[in-house]
């Protein structure tokens, strides 16, 4: 995970710099750079990936939480984690409603440091773990929708009416005479599914759809895949 340190007292960022090089015994984090202004801060989040930030506050140019609403409206999915020489309960409240995974206090130590770094690895592991579930959610729904057609196509093949269900999920199947069903055979299927594939056979469906689907499209035919 790479990290930035944002802070416009160099003994500031040489205290974080080096606590989070202590803490890095796994090799996990790694400072991408650091800035001493707001601006120099966005610059540096647009050339860098950064994961975690170490924000101050009271910055030159843009405040702190100031460069962290315009990091959120771009897009910027990061932590951040608040640094303040203010016990000031308004600028928890605003670092809160910035989405900040930690709110610490100048002078700080290791433990703190390290606490909201455990405290911004966990978070941003949960997010991955989500954006992760929700591919593959729609993913198995995108399978399953195919399986589904297929099963439909398969009906009228063999002369069977579709179900009022069917005909309503997939309406293009009420005119039954302007389709054809495609058969695509895979004589050494285990073996291209071993080698190409590394044996995931969701992604060699996936792969003969589009396969189908463009050979389709450059022959003109109406069909779907």
Not at 5 to 34: H, Q, W
């Amino acid at each position: 995970m790479r990290i930035g340190i944002i802070d416009d007292e160099p003994k500031i960022r040489r205290a974080l710099r080096r606590m989070v090089e202590e803490l890095n015994e796994d090799g996990s984090f790694a400072v991408a750079g650091e800035a001493s202004t707001g601006r120099e801060c966005l610059e540096l989040a647009a050339h860098h990936r950064i994961d975690i930030l170490f924000l101050d506050i009271v910055l030159p140019g843009p405040s702190g939480l100031e460069v962290l609403d315009e990091l959120r409206r771009r897009g910027w999915k990061g932590q951040a984690v608040m640094v303040s020489g203010h016990n000031d309960f308004d600028y928890v409240k605003q670092a809160l409603q910035h989405e900040a995974v930690d709110y610490i206090l100048k002078p700080f130590d290791r433990s703190d440091i390290e606490l909201a770094l455990n405290k911004a690895r966990e978070r941003l592991i949960r997010q991955r773990n989500e954006r992760l579930s929700a591919q593959q959610l729609s993913r198995m729904k995108h399978e399953s929708d195919f399986r589904e057609l297929l099963e439909a196509k398969l009906k009228l093949y063999d002369g069977q009416p579709l179900s009022p269900e069917e005909l309503a999920r997939f309406p293009l199947l009420q005119t039954a005479d302007k389709f054809r069903l495609h058969l695509l055979l895979l004589p050494d299927y285990q073996e291209l599914l071993k080698q190409r594939f590394q044996m995931d056979r969701r992604l060699l469906s996936y792969a003969l759809e589009m396969f189908i689907q463009e050979a389709l499209t450059r022959s003109g035919a109406r069909e779907t895949v």
